[in-house]
Structures are given as C-alpha cells and as structure tokens.
C-alpha cells in the first residue's frame, strides 16, 4: 500500500501539474530499486533475495506510474464527455509488474537494475501472486478491455470487488482435484491504494415506508436497515506507451462505526465483533462457479455491494461537478454490465435518483435507459441468473418495489402493443411465477438496457432468436454483437518475447498498439527462410512449456512432438472428454501396434472445475488417470504424453499458448458463446481444431477454411440431432469407438478403482447427452488424423500457423472496445491536457 498522506484527493489534484514531469523527480530507475531496497525496505545489498527485489523494482516502477493516473484521473474529473463504467463481479488480471514494465517501456532499464543483485527479470516476476479475482473467459475479457480501454486513451473504469480470496488454488491428489484457498493479499499488493475518504455506505434489510412529501406526493424510505461500509482500493491500469493510466476501483467490505458501537454500548463486545466479521464477508471470497448460478445469499449481497457502492461513487462525481441537476446524467454516463451479475444497477440508480435526489419516475427512467447497457455472455439455462422473491424482499425490499414497478409499467407497455396476447406477457414478465417466484435477471437488464449485446456472430444471433426472441420482437434496434477480443500486449509482445522480437524484424511495430498492421505478416507465410525462423520460435517456447510441465508435473515432454492442448474451465459442454476419448484411441492404436505413420503428440489438459460440480471433477479423475495409465506405458515412449496440468490460471496461460501447436476448441456447437482462449492460441501461431461455435466461427472465416482443423455439428446440426440421437447405434457401428468404449468401461484406466466412471460412460451412452459427444467423435478422430499428417509436413504446417498469426488482428480487443465505444458508448478519446 502507498504512505497515505493528510492531503484530499481535490488538493492533490489542484497541484497536478507542478508534477507533470516524471524525470524530474525520479533517478534512473536502477537507482530507484537501489533506493527502494535501502530505504523502503530497509535491507542491504548483499541480503537482496528475489521477494525483495521485487518490492524494490515494483515500488520503483510504480513510481513511475502514480503522475501519469494522477494526471489522467485529474484530465478525467474535467472532461465533459461522456464516462463510462465497467461493471463487473470479476476482473481476472493476473500480474501487473510485467504489464507496467512493458507498457511504462522500462524492460531495458529494470534488466540493468536487477543485474546488480545477479536476478532476472522473469525470476523476480515469478514472486508476484495472480490477481486471480475471476473464474474464467468472463473474468479474463474485463481484464483485456480495462488494457484496451487504456491503450485507446478512453475514459473508461472498471468497478469491482476486491475479494480477499480470488479463484482457488488447485492441487491433484491421487487425480482428484483438491481445492485451497487462494490468500493473494498475504504478502501485501503494491499495485493498489486504498482511499477511504471515498468510502460508502450500504443498506441491507429492513424495510419500506410509504410517505408523502409537502405537496403530497408519495414516495418510499427504506429505513431500519443494517448498514455496512464499501472502502475502495484503486489499481492503475496503464496504457500502452501513451501516458495513460485508467483506474480500476475494488471494493472492500467492512463494518460501520455506527453499527459497533451500538453493540458496544449494549454490553455485548463478542457481538460487535463478530457483527464486524460479519460485515466483511461480503468481500472475503469470489464465488468459483463459472456459466453456473447458485442462488446463495452471500452472492445476492456481492452483487448489491458492488453496485450500489458504484453507482454512489458516480452519483457522487455527478454532484460534485453538476450540481443536483441530472438532465444530462444519461448523455454523459454510461454503465456496461458484464452479465447479469451487476444486474442490481438498474433499479439502483432508479433508487438513488427517486429516493436520495428528488428525481421523479419518468425522468429517473429516462436517465436510467440511456445510459445501461447489458452483455449477454452464455445461453446455457443453468447460467441465467434468478433470485427468489423471498429473499429479495428480505434483503432489498425498496429494491423489490422499484422492480415490481418497472415490471407494471413494461407489462402495460406490451398490453398495448399487443393486446390479448397474455401468454407473450406471462413469458416477457420480469417475475417467473409459481409457488416460488423468482426474480429474472436478465430481462430486467434487457428492459433497463438501450443496448444489448452477445459475444460473438452466432452467439449474437442465437440471442435474437432464441433466448430473447420476445424481447428481440419488441426492441430490435437494442440488439447488436461486439465479438470478443483479447489485448496482444499481455498475450503476444510479453508472453511470447520470441516471436515479438521476430515480428519486429519482419512487419515492424504498429501491431502492438494498432493490430491491423498484422496483416503485413501475410506474404511472410510464402518466404522459406521467415518460415523456418517462425518455426524455431515455436521450438524455443515448446522447450520452456516442456521445462514448465516436467517442474509442475513430473512429466517429460517430447520436443519434436505436436504439442495438443486444451486449457479452460472443465464443463461438460467444453468436451474435454471428447479430448480424453481421442488420446484414447490413440493409446489403442499404439497398443494394437498400428503406429505406421503416427505423428508424436504431448497432449495437455488443464483447467478448474467448479468445487461442486460432481462430473466436471470426475472428468479431471479420467484426465489423470489416462495420464497414469499412458505415460506409464513402454510402448507409448516418443509417441505419446497426456498431462493434467495443475492450477491453470493466467500466468500459466503465459507459458502455454507460445507453446501450443494444437488449440482445441471442441465445445458442442451452439454453447460456447465466444471463447477467448481460442483467440489468445491463434495469435501465437497455434492451428485450431474446433467446431462451428462462438468465435471459432469467425477465427475460420479470418484464417480461411485451409488453415482450420473442422468437425462436427453445427448449432442448427445440434438440435436436429437431438431429435433422434442413438448413440448406442453409433458405438456398435464403428470399430475404432467400441474399442475406445471397451477400454473405458473396462476398467483399463481404474483397475483399482472398479465403478467410478460409470457416471461418465452412462452419460456419454445416453440418448439423452445434451453434449452430443459420441455424434461427433467420428468427425473429431478424422480431423486429428487431418491434423496429424498436416504436421508430418511442417513447412505446410508452418505457413498455416504463420496464417493464423497473421490473420489474428481481428481478435485483438481493441477492435472489440473501439465497436463499443463507436457503437455503444459513444465514448471518445480522453484529450491530452
Ligand atoms: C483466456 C482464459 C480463459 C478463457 O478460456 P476459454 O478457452 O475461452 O474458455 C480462462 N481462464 C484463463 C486463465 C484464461 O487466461
């Protein structure tokens, strides 16, 4: 944490520019770490282990960046464009020292300075714990936009909580995954500042009162409730060599002094105390479930906490720069929710504006529509979010009224439109009724929302006529599709220095703050001499992925196999059985000693299940066990490796996709909504093998069909299959499938273990699998064949993986956010000051 000094914030700002300059103030940065050590950390030269080192180097660097967030926070308080507000329950941003490193451009400067205490840079990167505060692509892609969103100098923030326990830590024991908590603060975080002077209080429970005001009019107070406080911590977001630094606020839940010392007073001290504990549950621990709801309380209040602080916290700015005049609110402000998990902000602000500000109805909502916007991220039913009526009036009951309300008047709305048509009230209605009505989450953010967006072409489309059909029906024009990106800053120039550096040489710099200029890479893919340079790097980063995997897992890697792999959270719509019945049949050939011609392959398959998701655990067991039972084998030694790789989390992802050769994106055609892994793996040169899902469809189109690996079903396949699928018929019609079949159900991967796959085999066997496994092993095992003996020519191979490279620009999430800005936010660039 930074010193806190007695200054305010606005004092701080006022003399902003006296410090304009950074040169100024600071040494060299080498002398800064010197500095550091001595000073800050109080240590001698000679005692400088790698954690210290890192303190030094990262407090000298940040350093660096605190007058360029100063500056841009103070450029951000006097702009009169409009803002916007990155909403989400999960920022999953790995590290920040490798990122302020390279986008302050201080590689060359920190390399000199560590070299005196005989460290690396990479070394001492290693010390920082992953700011692990998201489950998965969700939590990965508000990571990527806040990078974007500075890069493009837009005045963008992100608000989020700061949770004390990010995503699990996972352990294999005896193949099964073991959760541990993940305890990142423990040794402190440099790359945040506390400022309580922004603190805000939040309401829970109690109740509402109909009152009325001098005139007459009625309006509700929520009184009696408990209140707890929201303490923002501020992480700077740096831009791309650009002097930009955006914020991304965190909240912390803790107790009100208030509500203490009642207890206090009362006598009861262990109370109190236990009340405090009580209030800072709500930031303790990020919910692991991914595209899955679980209705818990706990959830319900994060989602409120953080929502309510945010709104508050604009609210705030609004009144300090406008006065209580909000005529202009909407036009100047826009809040992005990242799923419905930030749902709670449309009848928060109309709870702010009504009850705290005097606002009347219609005009709240005029506000509150022009200025919410809602992406949509998953179409799976289990994912959509519904909180029960019981609970929400327990909790938020003023909120409850405003949503009854909201739903009055929308119902009304439609009755007109389309009078008579009850059964298209019942279904659009933002309750769901029954003997337990629950709250729909999303319809209210569609109703709440003047833009609506899906993640990827087909997913988009989905949307529009599936899901929201009715809705799609009655407000076109607020659909539209933003597909996914993710920043070529964290996972091209600084996973991948190798092939960074050879980019440099071939199409020079732009790419990395512009990435059309990717294309240039193009004519490359026909020059034999870049080819074999390309595929050199290639070899540099399978070395350090297989020294990677050796250290984590005991397992060696061959260096002139293929390297297949499959990294993201385990679901059973993401097939990473599909996967394992693959390398099982691969296992079989090599067993029945039909190797002619086989091309070696390490396959890797990484990835946290949600701790309650009983099959997705199972299936880590198979991965495991398959592992065991192939590695083991001597008839499988230069052809075959299966690993489970442990903990996969961002700075693993580092490691892996440099070293991919194969990106499997197999998930059932129609339930990916967009996928971002598979985008990060095709700008370092990996050639996909997928279906016709999400992004992957788009990836295809970019690459050209040639250069992509395809099978399987499509969405429309999908549900036309399901009408009458016998996957019974399909196993006892192919040879090669009741051989994978029989060692599965066997017992050849759990001799000792009789029975505990059942679960799995029963499931892929049944008419009823949603996932469509056994209709699409055929075409799968066909496509890796294609893949194999693609690769036993490695100059065509190359040239395809050059293509995929270099046809990746669309995928950077600088498209993806200058769409949102044009065509959501109406955002501009902050101007320079
Ligand atoms: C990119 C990323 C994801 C998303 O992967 P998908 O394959 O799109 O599901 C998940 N987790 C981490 C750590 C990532 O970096």
């Known amino acids: 944490m930074l010193d806190q000094t007695s200054h305010t914030e606005t004092s701080r700002d006022t003399d902003a520019s006296s410090f304009d300059s950074t040169a100024e103030l600071l040494a060299p940065l080498p002398d800064e770490i010197r500095r550091h050590l001595y000073y800050t950390l109080g240590i001698h030269e000679n005692e400088s282990d790698p954690s210290y080192c890192y303190s030094a180097l990262a407090t000298a660097v940040r350093d660096r960046v605190v007058p360029y967030w100063r500056e841009t926070r103070h450029r951000f308080r006097e702009s009169t464009e409009r803002r916007v507000h990155y909403l989400s329950l999960e920022f999953l941003l790995g590290r920040s020292l490798n990122n302020a490193v390279q986008n302050l451009d201080l590689d060359a400067e920190a390399r000199q300075g560590l070299h005196q205490y005989g460290v690396t840079l990479e070394e001492i990167a290693e010390e920082e714990h992953d700011a692990g505060l998201g ?69 829970f429970f109690g109740h509402t009162e109909r009152c009325f ?32 630094v955006n914020t991304l606020r965190l909240w912390k839940s803790e107790a009100t002094e208030t509500f203490d010392l009642e207890e206090f007073n009362s006598g009861n001290y262990p109370d109190a105390v ?14 692991p479930n991914d595209a899955s709801e679980n209705g818990k309380e706990l959830r319900l209040k994060q989602q409120y906490f953080l929502v309510s602080a945010s709104m508050q916290d604009v609210l705030e700015k609004w009144v300090d720069q406008y006065g209580e005049d909000f005529t202009d609110f909407g036009r100047l402000n826009c809040f992005q929710l990242n799923d419905t998990h930030p749902a709670c902000a449309v009848p928060e602000l109309m709870r702010l504006l009504m009850d705290e500000h005097k606002v009347d109805w219609d005009s709240a909502w005029q506000i509150t529509t022009r200025c919410m916007a809602y992406t949509n991220h998953t179409l799976l039913p289990e994912a959509l979010e519904r909180w029960s009526v019981a609970l929400f009036s327990r909790l938020l009951p003023r909120l409850l009224e405003i949503i009854y309300e909201i739903n009055e008047r929308f119902l009304t709305q439609v009755a007109k439109k389309h009078p008579g048509d009850t059964e298209l009230r019942r279904r659009v209605s933002l309750i769901e009724e029954g003997d337990q009505p629950h709250i729909r989450m999303a319809y209210l953010s569609i109703v709440g929302s003047f833009s609506v967006n899906g993640v990827a072409a087909l997913h988009t489309e989905l949307l529009k006529n599936g899901l929201f059909s009715d809705f799609y029906r009655i407000w076109p024009e607020k659909f539209n599709n933003k597909t996914n990106g993710v920043t070529q800053r964290r996972w091209l120039s600084h996973c991948n220095p190798g092939l960074r550096n050879l980019l440099y040489d071939a199409i020079g710099t732009e790419w990395e703050s512009d990435m059309q200029h990717m294309k240039k890479l193009v004519p490359f893919a026909d020059d034999a001499g870049f080819r074999h340079k390309w595929q050199d790097v290639k070899l540099q980063n399978k070395r350090r992925l297989a020294e990677y995997v050796k250290s984590h897992t ?70 495991n066990n398959v592992a065991s039972v192939v590695n083991a084998d001597p008839k499988t030694k230069d052809l075959l490796r299966l690993v489970f790789f442990p903990n996969y989390r961002v700075s693993s992802m580092e490691i892996i996709c440099p070293g991919t050769e194969l990106s499997e994106q197999i998930s059932t055609a129609g339930k990916e909504a967009s996928g971002t892994g598979n985008m990060k793996f095709m700008m370092n040169g990996a050639v996909t093998i997928g279906t016709l899902d999400g992004a992957n469809i788009e990836i295809r189109e970019q690459a050209a069909d040639e250069n992509f690996f395809l099978f399987g079903l499509d969405a429309k396949g999908v549900v036309e299959a399901k009408k009458h699928y016998d996957p019974n018929a399909i196993i006892a019609g192919d040879a090669d499938i009741q051989r994978i079949m029989e060692l599965l159900e066997g017992g050849a991967f759990n001799q000792q273990e009789p029975g505990i796959f059942d679960l799995l085999t029963k499931g892929i066997r049944s008419g009823y699998d949603q996932w469509l496994t056994i209709a699409d092993l055929r075409g799968y095992i066909n496509a890796q064949a294609e893949a194999s003996k693609t690769y036993s020519d490695q100059d065509k191979w190359n040239r395809m993986s050059i293509l ?27 101007q320079d000051s």
């Open 135 to 203: 489950n998965g692509g969700l939590g990965r892609l508000a990571a990527c936009f806040l990078d974007s969103c500075a890069n493009l100098k837009l005045p963008v923030a992100g608000y989020g909580i700061r949770y004390e326990f990010g995503m699990f830590h996972q352990f294999i024991e005896d193949g099964r995954q073991v959760e541990a908590p993940d305890h990142w603060l423990r040794d402190g975080n440099l790359w945040e500042i506390e400022r309580p002077e922004h603190t805000k209080t939040i309401k």
């Open 804 to 830: 995929n490279s270099a046809n990746s620009g669309w995928f950077s999430s600088d498209r993806t956010i200058q769409q949102y800005a044009d065509e959501i936010w109406g955002a501009k660039p902050l």
């Open 554 to 623: 005991g397992v060696e890697f061959m260096e002139s196999a293929m390297f297949d792999v499959q990294v993201k959270r385990i679901h059973e719509y993401k097939r990473q059985l599909l996967n394992v019945l693959h390398v099982i049949h691969l296992y079989d050939r090599i067993s029945r000693g039909d190797t002619k011609d086989m091309v070696p392959r390490c396959v890797l398959i990484g990835g946290k299940a949600a701790p309650g998701y009983h099959v997705a655990k199972l299936i880590v067991k198979l991965i």
């Open 213 to 244: 005001d001098e005139k007459g009019t009625p309006f509700s107070r929520w009184v009696g409730t408990h209140d707890l406080l929201a303490v923002p911590y501020d992480m700077p977001i740096p831009g791309y060599k650009n002097e930009t």
């Open 274 to 287: 236990v009340q405090k504990n009580n209030a800072e549950q709500i930031s303790m621990v990020l919910y």
